[in-house]
């Protein structure tokens, strides 16, 4: 098989039922190949939250497994794992100093840290707020904190966790371009959000789980194509609504 036919990741037969019984995924299976951009979508308690902590090694699987392959490809085989809540993954009183937390364990020399430290920064545009107090930054510029986080840490493979969650509208432009930008750069990304809109023209598949089961995993292409009455079936907002009127914003 060549390797670009072979999967980044492969999810076989995951399911999961927690201690109280709940079944949050029942016989998951899919594949995900390297720079594929994936929305994963579905209403709240579908479980897709509980997924993405399975595939991200953050929870186990009652059944099933994940066969992570980044090493045939060269890469680094850990997923990094961006919160709904950046304040969350906020270690460091600054952003320089949140991404050395994450750099110190790693044996790297003091100038290959510095390297990484200012690369990352750069490239999700804090290199001017690297001394600034991280709590106190916009809500977009902790976002990207976060992701700058992974991407020091080597993570070819990104999972977003509703990425645009409290931002206002200048938040929500900082962190699509940071998308398209790593989109750019060939990272492999999944992305969970009830925005569709937002960020469907970035992606080449979108997959679909409701009440822990996969209902459906095709191209972009082919989704848009779909009636918006198919939409509501599957409890998405229709991303190509026209607004010529108020009654229009209505949802």
Not at 73 to 81: A, K, S, T, V
Request: glycine share 6%; with cysteine.
């Amino acid at each position: 098989m060549n390797i670009k036919d072979k999967p980044i990741l492969k999810i076989e037969n995951i399911s999961k039922t927690f201690q109280n019984g709940t079944q949050a995924l029942q016989n998951i299976d899919f594949e995900i190949f390297k720079n594929d951009f994936i929305l994963i979508a579905g209403s709240n308690g579908s479980g897709k939250t509980a997924l993405m902590n399975i595939i991200a090694n953050l929870e186990k699987p009652s059944t099933g497994k994940i066969i992570n392959n980044a090493k045939d490809f060269n890469i680094n085989p850990h997923i990094g794992f961006i919160f709904q809540d950046a304040d969350s993954q906020i270690l460091g009183e600054t952003p320089e100093e949140d991404i050395l937390f994450g750099l110190k364990n790693l044996n790297y020399k003091k100038e290959k840290i510095k390297e990484i430290t200012n690369n990352v920064l750069k490239f999700c545009e804090l290199e001017n707020k690297k001394h600034f107090p991280a709590r106190l930054m916009s809500g977009g510029e902790k976002r990207r904190l976060a992701i700058a986080s992974m991407l020091a840490l080597d993570c070819e493979i990104l999972i977003f966790d509703e990425p645009f969650a409290n931002l206002d509208w200048k938040g929500v432009k900082l962190v699509t371009s940071l998308l398209k930008k790593l989109k750019e750069e060939g990272k492999t990304i999944l992305i969970l959000t009830h925005e569709v809109e937002k960020v469907l023209a970035l992606t080449n598949r979108v997959i679909v789980i409701k009440n822990g089961r996969l209902i459906l995993d095709d191209s972009t292409n082919e989704i848009i194509k779909l009636e918006k009455s198919k939409w509501k079936e599957l409890e998405l907002h229709y991303p190509l609504t026209e607004y010529k009127t108020l009654d229009d914003l209505i949802w």
